[in-house]
Nanobody, 112 residues
Framework: QVQLAESGGGLVQPGGSLKLSCAAS????????MSWYRQAPGKQRELVAR???????YYLDAVKGRFFIFRDNAKNTVTLQMDSLKPEDTAVYYC??????WGPGTQVTVSS
């Protein structure tokens, strides 16, 4: 059983950047896809970015060109670089592995 833990959330001004990290307790080598989801108050959880084992990626249209997902199988980590942040990016961000393993989430707040 792989356990995931997110870090790097916080308060940032609009236009700023944050880097979220997801550390796995075990190997992610066998996990086909690693993802970042987010859930804003009163809204459904949505898929923000996904990276497959081979390196291909998917991004939610609203974050394309601003968010970038990276995967390091050797270090069992996945990161989400978030640039040009907007207030509508405010949410709890979750790391997920094959949509079976989930972290507890980290709060990202974009506000002046």
């Amino acid at each position: 059983q792989v356990q995931l833990a997110e870090s790097g959330g916080g308060l940032v001004q609009p236009g700023g950047s944050l880097k979220l990290s997801c550390a796995a307790s075990g190997s992610i080598y066998s996990i086909y896809h690693m993802s970042w989801y987010r859930q804003a108050p009163g809204k459904q959880r949505e898929l923000v970015a996904r990276i497959f084992f081979g390196g291909s990626t998917y991004y939610l249209d609203a974050v394309k060109g601003r968010f970038f997902i990276f995967r390091d199988n050797a270090k069992n980590t996945v990161t989400l670089q978030m640039d040009s942040l907007k207030p509508e990016d405010t949410a709890v961000y979750y790391c997920a592995g094959d949509d079976n393993y989930w972290g507890p989430g980290t709060q990202v707040t974009v506000s002046s």
